[in-house]
């Protein structure tokens, strides 16, 4: 059987399925969320577990896709002076099409929506020009982009990745 993603299990074709994670990697996660800096060895005494032991959960968590260890910055403070969300409605299949948004330098974020919008993608840009030309030139060229709507963020008030785990 093949995997997809969305395809209808009657047709033949298998989804493939999370594996669940235990108490023990949601509470290191619960703790890298906290303080990705956080050592293996604080870690461990805050979860029951040897230094080595978190070592290797976390090596599997990021291996398998489940989380990142990354820095958050603020693009202001690098020098990149536009972020907007684009709304993109399209036609045809939508795979291929946030496949080719993800391939852009500049953006961020992509994601398959439901409502008004097939994909929304986030872009981190220099200038408006920069801005400008990643959605003529680059965004609105990709075969099924049909129209873009872009918002324009004004200021940024809250940016976190701490939703923890359930």
Known sequence: MRACAGCCEDQGVTKPRPTPLDDVSKAIIAELQDDGRRSYAAIGKAVGLSEAAVRQRVQRLVDSGVMQVVAVTDPLELGFARQAMIGIKASGELEPIADALAEITEVDYVVITAGSYD????????????????????????????????????????????????
Do not use: F
């Not at 030139?137 to 982009?145: E, K, P, S």
């Open 119 to 166: 994909l929304l993608v986030e872009v981190v840009c220099e200038s408006d020009e920069h801005l400008l030309e990643i959605i003529s030139r680059r965004i609105r060229t990709i075969d099924g982009v049909i129209s873009t709507e872009t918002m324009v963020y004004l200021k940024l008030r809250k940016q976190t990745y701490s939703w923890g785990v359930r």
